[in-house]
T-cell receptor, first 113, second 115 residues
Framework: DVKVTQSSRYLVKRTGEKVFLECVQD?????MFWYRQDPGLGLRLIYF???????EKGDIPEGYSVSREKKERFSLILESASTNQTSMYLC????????????FGPGTRLTVT | AQKVTQAQTEISVVEKEDVTLDCVYE???????LFWYKQPPSGELVFLIR??????QNEISGRYSWNFQKSTSSFNFTITASQVVDSAVYFC????????????FGQGTRLTINP
């Protein structure tokens, strides 16, 4: 079974802190994705990566950056956390040939105070 | 641009009732995929179904069925004889069939099945 794990289920940070959200997948998937989920807005794509060191902006990249140094790991970085980044963050991965078949992690609920 | 609309924000029914979750989509692509995902309280999205735009045949899987109508750009999901375990947030999604194949999600419908 594909397994996508996220480093924390719950995280509380202060405004202005640098925040790292980590995602690891164990199925050698080329694609990895970061979404944020907000009530009434569904899931929105922040960034995705189709290879090591490659990244593309999604629909809402402002205030975020990403890092993919190894194929299995995709990090989402909040350079200076703000209260409007309080949200649920979901990571997903897929094969490049079946990019629509995404496997999701359990999510990290981030609260910025 | 692609767009998915789930107009029902929340639905609450009594156990054993049938319930239909609506999904309407917009796309200029001629080929695309449609999806339904379930998000139980644990938070992890669970894949339910994928439908290719060329295949308008309805699908049934146990108590779940899906009605894809290209003429109305709808992909509705029906749960027959609902159970408490069906309580979750359900998302409809759309992806292009070529290129990056990114998923575009609807807003989600929170379904509560009351005993």
């Amino acid at each position: 079974d594909v397994k996508v794990t996220q480093s924390s289920r719950y995280l509380v940070k202060r405004t202005g802190e640098k925040v790292f959200l980590e995602c690891v997948q164990d199925m050698d998937h080329e694609n990895m994705f970061w979404y944020r989920q907000d009530p009434g807005l569904g899931l929105r794509l922040i960034y995705f990566s189709y290879d090591v060191k490659m990244k593309e902006k999604g629909d809402i990249p402002e205030g975020y950056s990403v890092s993919r140094e190894k194929k299995e790991r995709f990090s989402l970085i909040l350079e200076s956390a703000s209260t409007n980044q309080t949200s649920m963050y979901l990571c997903a991965s897929s094969l490049i040939a079946r990019a629509y078949e995404q496997y999701f992690g359990p999510g990290t609920r981030l609260t910025v105070t | 641009a692609q767009k998915v609309t789930q107009a029902q924000t929340e639905i609450s029914v009594v156990e054993k009732e049938d319930v239909t979750l609506d999904c309407v989509y917009e796309t200029r692509d001629t080929t695309y995929y449609l999806f339904w995902y379930k998000q139980p309280p644990s938070g992890e999205l669970v894949f339910l179904i994928r439908r290719n735009s060329f295949d308008e045949q309805n699908e049934i899987s146990g108590r779940y069925s899906w009605n894809f109508q290209k003429s109305t750009s709808s992909f509705n999901f029906t749960i027959t004889a609902s159970q408490v375990v069906d309580s979750a947030v359900y998302f409809c999604a759309l992806s292009e069939a070529q290129g990056a194949q990114k998923l575009v999600f609807g807003q989600g419908t929170r379904l509560t099945i009351n005993p």
